[in-house]
C-alpha cells in the first residue's frame, strides 16, 4: 500500500476507491517537462562537475554501446544502456537535490519509452551514435563541446518522443 501510495504521489498511478489502481497516462506536458528539466540540469552537471565522471565508466558505456550497435540489440537493451548512462552522468554531481530530482525525471523518461514502445528504433540507434560522440568529447576534457552534444542529444530525443506520441493520438494536457 505504502509503494501505491509513492507512486501515486509521483503521478505514476491513480488510486481509484474502491476500484483499484490504474497507471497513469502520458500527456505532451509531461514529455515537455521532463525535458525541459533534463535540458537545464544535465547540461549544468556536464559543464560543472565534468571531471567527477568516472573514466572507467565512460569506458565500459563506449564499449557496451559500440558491441550493441554492431549486433542486433532489442529496444530494451539500447534502453537500459541510456538509462545507465545519464544515470551516471547525475551520479557525478555531489548535490543530492539535482540527483533526487533527475531520479524522478529518468522514471518519467521510462514511461516515455514505454509508451513510445518500438516505434522510436532508429531514434535509439542515432542515439547511441550520439552518446559514442559525447563520450569522446568527456573523454578528452571538450566541456563545451560535451554540454553542446548532450543538449543537442536531449533535444532530438524530445522531438522524437513528441512525434511518436503525437502519432499514437497522446491527449495534448
Not at 86 to 107: G, T, V, W
Not at 159 to 166: G, M, N, V
Amino acid at each position: 500500500r505504502e509503494a501505491l501510495n509513492k507512486l501515486e504521489q509521483e503521478g505514476l498511478v491513480q488510486i481509484i476507491p474502491k476500484k483499484g489502481v490504474m497507471v497513469t497516462g502520458l500527456t505532451l506536458t509531461e514529455i515537455n517537462q521532463t525535458f525541459e528539466a533534463r535540458l537545464l540540469l544535465e547540461p549544468f552537471i556536464i559543464s560543472n562537475y565534468m571531471d567527477a565522471l568516472d573514466d572507467q565508466m565512460l569506458q565500459k558505456v563506449e564499449e557496451e554501446t559500440k558491441r550493441l550497435l554492431d549486433a542486433e540489440p532489442s529496444p530494451p537493451d539500447f534502453c537500459r544502456l541510456d538509462d545507465y548512462f545519464h544515470r551516471q552522468i547525475s551520479a557525478a554531481c555531489p548535490n543530492r537535490y539535482f540527483k533526487e530530482m533527475l531520479a524522478h525525471i529518468y522514471d518519467q523518461n521510462q514511461r516515455i519509452r514505454l509508451f513510445s514502445g518500438r516505434d522510436l528504433w532508429e531514434r535509439h540507434i542515432q542515439a547511441h551514435r550520439e552518446h559514442l560522440e559525447l563520450i569522446r568529447y568527456l573523454r578528452n576534457g571538450q566541456k563545451e563541446e560535451a554540454v553542446a552534444a548532450l543538449t543537442l542529444h536531449l533535444i532530438k530525443s524530445k522531438e522524437a518522443a513528441i512525434k511518436t506520441l503525437i502519432e499514437k493520438a497522446i491527449p495534448v494536457v
